[in-house]
């Protein structure tokens, strides 16, 4: 089973990847950011306070988070592995995930980190808010979103890095060069 984290800052392309990374080795899709915006257009009170919190650039509460991927997961019982994306973004959330692999009994292979110059993140996630229309793509909750990140969630790449599972992949060029750096870390590690 392989079961990895895809990680980087808002706009580095991650969820790009993902769907990439997801086809070729089969794996079950957790985007925590996707079970949480589909939690929001369904208009529920647990919608309203994820939006209240997300439109403001800050993250959700780690006991949310982790009861919706128990839940994915459950619902997903014959996966060939999993692949988080937006998760963990906190060192709780790392310790969490750990915990939830033991659980699980399996095997957690590590963190692919993309690395993105930050003036290039604003400028993709600016370019992105003007073909989405999402409310998290405006400059100042850009700003806000990578403040948070580099706070909060770059000590999980420390983390990780102390446990020798964190491989960084530069997350520049084009779509095909990115993917490919990605599936050299992973055969490289699994192989």
Known sequence: ???????????????????????????????TG???????????????????????????????????????????PHANGILFDGFPRTLSQAALLEGLMDEL???FFGVLGLEVPREELIERLLNRGKVSGRADDKEAVIIERLKEYEEKTWPVATYFMERNRYYPVDGTGTLDQIFNRLVSQIEKHTC
Do not use: C, W
Not at 13 to 23: A, D, I, P, Y
Not at 47 to 64: A, C, K, P, W, Y
């Open 1 to 31: 089973m392989l079961n990895l984290a895809i990680f980087g800052p808002p706009g580095a392309g991650k969820g790009t990847q993902s769907g990439r990374l997801v086809e070729k080795y089969g794996l079950l899709y957790i985007s």
């Open 34 to 76: 996707d079970i949480l915006r589909k939690e929001t257009a369904s208009g529920s009170e647990l919608g309203q306070e994820i939006n209240r919190i997300t439109s403001q650039g800050h993250f959700v509460s780690d006991d949310l988070i982790m009861r919706i991927i128990r839940k994915t997961i459950r619902e997903n």
């Open 105 to 107: 009994t399996t095997r």
